[in-house]
């Protein structure tokens, strides 16, 4: 059975700090690309960062690019992302999620619970 344990959001005043975690069970996290995801109030989800499997190499949306940072732990199956100089418009519900497509072209997607950052003064 799929799950993640999210945890690390909470309230944040603009110009501060956090640090998401996913901790993951239920399959071969190492194969995996892991991602964060966000979604804000009336908006779409949007991906945030995104770590593959093996050479570990990432990306980002080009609104965190310099501020987030994504990484993963394979040894803890657990997945990072630390987010530095938060901005209001980095309020919404992050979501950690699992993905890969096997060699016969199965995609298996798996994602978090969510966690909420509010960034406000």
């Known amino acids: 059975q799929v799950q993640f344990v999210e945890s690390g959001g909470g309230l944040v005043q603009p110009g501060g700090s956090l640090r998401l975690s996913c901790a993951a069970s239920?399959?071969?996290?190492?194969?995996?690309?892991m991602g964060w995801y966000r979604q804000a109030p009336g908006k779409e989800r949007e991906l945030v960062a995104g770590i593959t499997s093996g050479d570990g190499s990432t990306n980002y949306a080009d609104s965190v690019k310099g501020r987030f940072t994504i990484s993963r732990d394979n040894a803890k199956n657990t997945v990072y992302l630390q987010m530095n100089n938060l901005k209001p418009e980095d309020t919404a519900v992050y979501y950690c999620n699992a993905h890969k497509k096997s060699s016969r072209g199965i995609l298996y997607d798996f994602w978090g619970q969510g966690t909420q950052v509010t960034v406000s003064s």
């Open positions: 239920g399959f071969t996290f190492s194969t995996y690309t």
